[in-house]
C-alpha cells in the first residue's frame, strides 16, 4: 500500500503518455544515495575516482544523462561538483523513471518518433523497462512505489505533498512528496528533463541542503 494517495489529477489532462521508462527504486537505492554525503570523497585525479565507482559498481553515464553516473542498482545519478562522495552542499538527484507525454495542443509533436527513441536508449540499460504507449495513472504508480521505498528507508511518511504545474515540468501534473531529515530535504517527483527538445520528464529522487 503507498504511503500517501496519489494527487487526483483535473478532468481536463489526457491521461495518456507516449512512452514510459522505469527501474524501480528500492528502499537499499535509496539508503546509498542518501549516504553519499557521508562517504569519504576519492582522490583528486580521474582514475582514483574512477576505482572507486568501479568497486561499487557503479560506471559513467553520458548517453541517457549527461556527464552522470551508472549506480549498481542501474540508476543514472547527477550530481553538482567533481564527484558524487563526501560534499553534503551538493544538490544531486537520481533518475528512476522518464516519460515521454502526449502534448494535447500540438499534433506535430506527437508524431516526433525521434522523442520515443530516446525513451528505448533508457530501457536498454539492465534493470529497465519501457511501456508504449502507457498512462499517467501508470506514471503515478511508479511514483507511489518510489515514494514507498524512501518512507521504507527514512521510517516515516513525507511531510508535505504538492502538485507540479507547467511552471515547473513539462508534461501533465504529478505529485512531489517531500521528507525532511536533520541535513537534507529529500524529494520524490517529475522534473523537467532538460534535454532535446527539452519535453520529457524526470521520474526523480532529489537530494537537497536544508536551508531552515
Not at 537499499?28 to 562517504?39: D, G, K, M, R
Not at 559498481?57 to 556527464?67: A, N, Q, Y
Not at 521505498?149 to 511552471?167: C, I, K, N, W
Request: proline share 11%; aromatic share 8%.
Amino acid at each position: 500500500m503507498s504511503t500517501a494517495a496519489p494527487t487526483p489529477m483535473p478532468h481536463s489532462v489526457p491521461a495518456s503518455v507516449h512512452a514510459l521508462a522505469h527501474c524501480p527504486l528500492t528502499p537499499a537505492a535509496v539508503a546509498e544515495f542518501l549516504a553519499l554525503p557521508e562517504q569519504p570523497r576519492p582522490g583528486g585525479d580521474f582514475d582514483a575516482l574512477d576505482a572507486v565507482l568501479r568497486a561499487r559498481g557503479w560506471s559513467w553515464e553520458h548517453e541517457c544523462l549527461t556527464d552522470s553516473y551508472r549506480t549498481g542498482f542501474g540508476h543514472p545519478l547527477c550530481t553538482e561538483g567533481d564527484a558524487p562522495f563526501g560534499d553534503p552542499e551538493a544538490r544531486a538527484f537520481l533518475v528512476f523513471g522518464e516519460l515521454y507525454p502526449v502534448d494535447p495542443d500540438d499534433e506535430d509533436l506527437t508524431n516526433m518518433p525521434w522523442l520515443g527513441e530516446l525513451l528505448d536508449d533508457w530501457g536498454r540499460a539492465p534493470g529497465w523497462t519501457v511501456r508504449r504507449p502507457s498512462s499517467l495513472e501508470e506514471c503515478a504508480e511508479v511514483l507511489d512505489r518510489a515514494a514507498d521505498a524512501v518512507a521504507a528507508h527514512l521510517g516515516d511518511a513525507p511531510e508535505r505533498t504538492v502538485t507540479s504545474d507547467a511552471a515547473v515540468v513539462t508534461g501533465p501534473p504529478m505529485p512531489h512528496r517531500i521528507w525532511r531529515t536533520a541535513t537534507h530535504a529529500v524529494i520524490v517527483g517529475p522534473h523537467a528533463d532538460n534535454g532535446p527538445y527539452g519535453y520529457l520528464t524526470h521520474l526523480q529522487l532529489g537530494r537537497f541542503l536544508r536551508i531552515i
